[in-house]
């Protein structure tokens, strides 16, 4: 469904921005290692309408698709919102995962393509030339107001994907109304709030901040990845928006100012949140974490010095499904259902999920069939995970069906409880278990110290052996010559090791009766 | 390499890798990612530590000029020109 041009729009969160209404409060802010810029959020709103003005006299209009493909920018923001005004679909691409501007724009029928990428093409643009057409002019008078209803498209998602080309989705405006209004209902940002954004905005979540903070009046930090750490003291913002990844990197660097600066004198309790006051500000009222599975210890260090980590539950395919917050968290779970969602079980406890509103019905640009297995006619999607509601309805995720091993003796084995048992072991940083003939589980594991702490990871993996039960034994353990990164293709994106990649990376050892360490 | 950069570098180094490895067994030019497994985020929190035991201003280098810094000895000499002009 193609967006349409009419009467301005404020039945929904979305339309209310595509009509460009200026919000009541609020400033915007860039910061990059060297720089920072700030804007009101009104100043904001008129720029992007002067910039909607200047792409439609390029030929851009409703449903037509425009390209980014840049690092985080005020051009970034500023070409989101113009498309919105537009009615336009934007193609958010993260630069480490597309190359080649040329191709993109056949590939993906994009009018125009912004890079900080050099390229030639007709229809790509360089991001520098948006803070010259935002110069350019006034607004246009006349310029039709852009509508979505509910199913039309407002932006192409891509998927991490396993491997090969990312699948995109057309996430529709009706499904960002549902989620940003249930988030709002739940955390209650406001003026006062500052919200710290440094993951790609090619990532549609973290544009979602923007929209927030347009619709609700609040303060918003838009960073670079590089930038993070060292903006957050300096911008004391009251919600940081991280991933996992983020999360226990900064955990390790408080547990290490604390260990380096404190004395004898000083709790340990005390140096930790000195140290983490010193890291993320003064300010936090909480932190959010999403996209992968948060290890227990980092939520509960983080929570125990002031600063709660609130951990949620949702898939690209489904946006957010459910998100512990102030008003209702329970230790161990992702958190209660959002308004609009719904979550059902198969016979084996695999969750599908259903939304009033669908991001989307299909992939587009995937392999025959990939639609099929995870999409319903109605738009429920299978996730693949395993789970249980407990009787107040919060969600506890148990591990990816994929990741269930169904032993030949039919007993089945949950990896993530036992990964993340390993985990929780200095010496382990990253490892994912596998299972040889169905009766042998191997586990890979990539060090946290260089050399590995080979002695360390055995006694951990021991003490598995003795804390699960007798079908969760881990036969042998391989420890990797080097810890997974996205570098080494082992990683996503969203840090989350590929298992598919690593089973092939070391399939010779685990495979071998004698590969690796035999586990005691 | 400037003496007190290459000290703050090493120090700085030793305790973002949190891995016991020794400030003077670090290998000056060794790839600090492919070496020691130096990740992005932390190769920031490093560099945040050694500016600020350098008495550097951490906001005299850009994203390009952090991810150009592959060695103990890059950071080092990238730090050199600048140590005590802090603000």
């Known amino acids: 469904m193609t967006p349409v041009a009419e009467r301005p729009g404020t039945d929904s969160l979305i339309n209310r921005i595509a009509a460009g209404l200026p919000p009541a409060a609020g400033r915007i802010r860039w910061v990059s290692l060297g720089a920072t810029e700030s804007m009101e959020l009104a100043e904001l709103a008129e720029q992007a309408g002067r910039l909607a003005a200047r792409l439609h006299e390029l030929g851009v209009g409703p449903g037509d698709r425009i390209g980014i493909l840049a690092a985080n920018s005020p051009a970034w923001v500023l070409l989101d919102l113009a498309a919105l005004r537009l009615g336009a679909v934007t193609a958010g691409l993260e630069p480490h995962k597309f190359r080649a501007p040329d191709e993109l724009c056949a590939r993906y029928g994009l009018t125009l393509l912004f890079t900080d990428q050099p390229s030639d093409h007709p229809a790509v643009r360089s991001m520098a030339e948006v803070a010259r057409l935002v110069e350019k002019g006034g607004p246009q008078p006349g310029l039709p107001v852009a509508h979505y209803p509910p199913d039309a498209p407002t932006t192409l998602k891509f998927t991490s994907g396993s491997s090969g080309r990312p699948k995109a989705l057309a996430a529709t405006a009706g499904s960002i109304d549902l989620s940003l209004g249930a988030v709002q209902q739940l955390f209650g940002h406001g003026p006062g709030d500052d919200l710290f954004v440094f ?39 009251t919600v940081v928006m991280g991933v996992p990844g983020f999360y226990e990197t900064a955990r390790a660097h408080i547990e290490a100012q604390a260990a380096h600066d404190g004395t004898s004198a000083d709790e340990p309790g005390d140096r930790l949140r000195d140290a983490a006051r010193r890291l993320f500000g003064n300010r936090i009222r909480y932190l959010w974490t999403g996209s992968a599975p948060a290890a227990p210890a980092t939520l509960d260090f983080f929570t125990s010095l002031g600063m ?27 958190g209660q259902v959002l308004p609009g969602k719904e979550v059902l079980f198969d016979e084996q406890g695999v969750i599908s999920v259903r939304s009033a509103q669908p991001v989307a019905r299909r992939y587009e640009y995937a392999a025959p069939g990939d639609s099929e297995r995870t999409f319903g ?144 | 390499m400037h003496a007190d950069a290459e000290r703050a570098a090493r120090g700085s180094l030793a305790r973002v890798l949190a891995t016991g490895i020794s400030p003077e067994d670090l290998e000056p030019d060794a790839d600090m990612a492919e070496r020691y497994g130096l990740t992005s985020l932390n190769k920031v929190l490093f560099m945040m530590s050694v500016c600020d035991e350098a008495g550097v201003d951490l906001s005299c280098f850009t994203e390009h000029d952090i991810a150009r810094l592959r060695t103990l000895r890059e950071v080092a000499d990238a730090l050199a020109p600048h140590c005590g002009k802090a603000v």
């Open chain 1, 199 to 237: 993951l790609p905005l090619s990532l549609l979540q973290q544009r979602y901040w923007v929209y927030s903070a347009l619709l609700f009046g609040h303060d918003i930090t838009v960073s670079t990845y590089e930038a993070a750490f060292p903006a957050l003291a300096r911008v004391q913002p």
């Open chain 1, 308 to 334: 709660p980590l609130f951990e949620g539950y949702g898939l690209n395919e489904t946006c957010i499904v459910s998100k512990n917050h102030p008003g209702a968290h329970r230790p161990g779970s992702v």
């Open chain 1, 377 to 520: 006619p109605d738009g429920t999607v299978r996730t693949g995970d395993v789970g249980y509601l407990d009787q107040d309805g919060f969600l506890f995720v148990q591990g990816r069906h994929d990741d269930v091993i169904v032993l030949d003796n039919g007993r089945k084995v949950m990896v993530r409880p036992i990964e993340e048992f390993l985990r929780a072991d200095p010496a382990v940083e990253q490892c994912v278990l596998f299972c040889v003939d169905q009766t042998r589980l191997v586990v890979v594991v990539a060090p946290a110290t260089d050399p590995a702490d080979e002695q360390a990871v055995a006694e951990r993996v021991a003490l598995a052996n003795r804390t699960f039960d007798h079908d969760e034994r881990i036969s042998r353990f391989i420890v990797a010559p080097e810890g997974f990164s996205i570098g080494n293709g082992l990683l996503t994106s969203q840090f989350k090791p590929r298992r598919s990649r690593i089973r092939e990376a070391f399939r010779q050892q685990i495979d071998d009766p004698d590969g690796g360490a035999h586990a005691r």
